[in-house]
């Protein structure tokens, strides 16, 4: 009997593993020609100023309309970009566009400090890094210092002998660099002084703590308070409640963005606010 439910349990975990590797080759080979197809597009979720309510900015979020799944989330679909190296191609479309388009809302009078935009750490590594972005922003007109780079903490804190240097000549020229998910990682404080950040990201895990879980409020407190110690801006995501806004703004944190302030949005959704607010 033993051998029985043994046979069936590896017959079940196979069968998992085949979907889970038939999925993986599905979306691989959609993926090759989905930009030829236009099938991305980016959403932008509002971020917050906790003390005037007004739109400081905004993330650039990708979307993948696949003609028969559907709408692709970004999860189930980056990490096999940054295998593929495909990655690299959809990273320069998406820079070009978030910058195309915040040059689009300049040109409209409306008032914002930037745009994030999320780089993978594969497309930091590309020998064709730091000219894609100054390329990027000469040919979109985008001011460097409206142009926001999220760069999640693992990549930055595991191989950043090999980026830093990239992200220094970039933040020298302006352009904003964010530490993404912070607080998930490994950081070395001493080595986060080292690195030419702007905005630390405190990630929605421990913000979705807010109030019950004493240590997640712990981490949040202490995420701010190194900040403004350090003089980085600080902005925390996944902010849901009114309760979490209060707890995160009485710590001092200033900028918050999550579902409390709004979805990720077409660029219209973005204008009909920059609109109510100007
Ligand atoms: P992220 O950069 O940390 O983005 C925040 C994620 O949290 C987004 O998920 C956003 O929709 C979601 N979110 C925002 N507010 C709330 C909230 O109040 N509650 C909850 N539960 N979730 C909230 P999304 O759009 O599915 O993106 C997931 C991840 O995919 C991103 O995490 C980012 O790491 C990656 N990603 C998205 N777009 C791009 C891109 O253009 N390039 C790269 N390399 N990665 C991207
Ligand atoms: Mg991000
Ligand atoms: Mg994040
Ligand atoms: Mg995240």
């Avoid at 975990?13 to 691989?28: I, K, Q, S």
């Avoid at 692709?72 to 990490?79: C, E, K, L, V, W």
Wanted: aromatic share 8%; net charge negative; proline share 4%.
């Amino acid at each position: 009997r033993a051998k029985e439910e043994g046979g069936n349990s590896y017959a079940f975990y196979t069968a998992e593993m085949t979907a889970a590797a038939f999925e993986h080759v599905f979306l691989e080979n959609a993926l090759r020609g989905a930009l030829e197809r236009d099938e991305f597009r980016l959403l932008y979720q509002p971020q917050i100023d906790l003390e005037s309510g007004r739109l400081l900015g905004v993330e650039a979020l990708l979307r993948w309309h696949h003609p028969e799944e559907g709408v692709i989330p970004p999860m189930r679909f980056i990490p096999i970009a940054e295998q593929t190296g495909l990655i690299l191609e959809i990273g320069r479309w998406v820079l070009r566009c978030a910058c195309a388009q915040a040059r689009r809302w300049l040109d409209q009078g409306f008032e914002f400090d930037w745009v994030g935009v999320n780089v993978a750490g594969r497309q930091v590594h590309d020998r064709e890094f730091v000219g894609d972005v100054e390329r990027t922003l000469a040919e979109t007109g985008l001011p460097a210092s409206c142009l926001e780079l999220e760069i999640s903490e693992n990549f930055v804190m595991r191989r950043a002998d090999s980026g830093v240097e990239k992200l220094q000549t970039l933040h020298a020229k302006g352009v904003g660099i964010a530490i993404d998910d912070f607080g998930t990682g490994y950081s070395c404080l001493s080595h986060l002084k080292r690195l030419p950040i702007s905005r630390l990201k405190l990630d929605q895990g421990f913000v979705r703590g807010i109030p019950d879980e004493q240590d997640d409020m712990a981490i949040c407190d202490a995420v701010i308070a190194m900040s403004r110690a350090l003089s980085l801006a600080v902005i925390a995501e996944g902010v849901e409640t009114e309760d979490q806004a209060a707890f995160l703004s009485g710590k001092g944190c200033r900028v918050a963005q999550g579902f409390l302030f709004g979805r990720p949005m077409s660029p219209e959704a973005i204008e009909r606010l920059l609109e109510a607010a100007g």
